[in-house]
């Protein structure tokens, strides 16, 4: 969500001259430091599972905007990244504050949830930590506690190679997410009353852990200083008790699939 931006600033030496002396010349001031920021608003769209273990699509969309100093150098964001604030930027590490949305589960994104726990949808604010080893690796965590569908820990590791050729930029890399017992139990536990209303699963009770793996692919085309685009797709497998959920073999599926555009606008602002 950044772009460069140069500043070329130069200063004047004023010379002084003695009729009887020879030739003063002073030293050149110093340049002035840019000012102001560059901002970037980005408008994302993608298409995923409707809930977590789900077989069936839905449509999401959402805002985002990054700002960074007029002279600062461009980062890098992958496209599922959460919306993250950088406090610390020091030696190729950054970490601060994040936080992401969850849509939650409901009875309308597929009757055959009949009988089961109703998951609201949930803010989860936490914190990432990343590391730039080099221009084209990127390490990356985040650990986030979701508030009002659930009331647990989640997390994400992502590892990015980038490689970037002209106006393009290209991305790979495998990612992993986990939640504690409260996250798994909201998603996937089944409790016996649920199973004899819903009676397509069975009582089942999830443990937290590890939740799944996968890999995520984006390509970037930078139009001009302004505009960016982006597509990415992306595809999850659910792991351990996630996948091993009546809700997930009898309803929805471990395989999970998920593809996404993006359109960036960036613009100088000094106040």
């Not at 221009?135 to 490689?163: H, Q, S």
Request: aromatic share 14%; with cysteine.
């Amino acid at each position: 969500m950044h772009s460069k931006g140069y500043l070329i600033a130069f200063s004047l030496a004023a010379c002084v001259v003695s009729p009887v002396l020879a030739a003063d010349i002073k030293a050149p001031t110093a340049a002035p430091s840019p000012s102001g920021w560059i901002v970037t608003l980005t408008g994302q769209g993608e298409v995923g599972p409707s809930y977590p273990g789900s077989n069936k699509f839905s449509g999401f969309g959402y805002p985002s905007i990054d700002y960074r100093r007029v002279g600062e150098p461009p980062r890098w964001i992958a496209p599922d990244d959460g919306i993250d604030f950088t406090i610390l930027n020091v030696s190729g590490f950054r970490a601060g504050p994040v936080v992401r949305f969850e849509s939650g589960r409901y009875l309308s994104s597929d009757r055959r949830l009949f009988g089961l726990r109703k998951v609201n949808w949930s803010i989860e604010p936490g914190l990432f930590v990343e590391y730039w080893p080099a221009n084209w690796l990127r390490a990356r965590a985040e650990v986030r506690y979701g508030v009002n569908g659930f009331d647990g820990f989640v997390g994400d590791l992502a590892l990015d190679l980038i490689g970037r050729e002209g106006p393009y930029t290209f991305s790979v890399g495998p990612r992993m997410s986990f939640g504690d017992s409260n996250f798994t139990e909201a998603y996937f536990s089944v409790t016996p009353f649920e199973a004899s209303l819903n009676g397509l699963v069975t009582p089942f009770k999830a443990n937290g852990g590890v939740t799944s793996a996968g890999v995520l692919a984006s390509a970037s085309y930078k139009w001009s200083e302004q505009w960016t685009t982006t597509v990415y797709a992306g595809y999850r497998r659910l792991v351990g008790d996630s996948a091993d959920s009546p809700i997930t073999r009898r309803i929805g599926s471990p395989d999970q699939f998920l593809v996404g555009a993006s359109l960036s606008y960036s613009f100088v602002f000094d106040p």
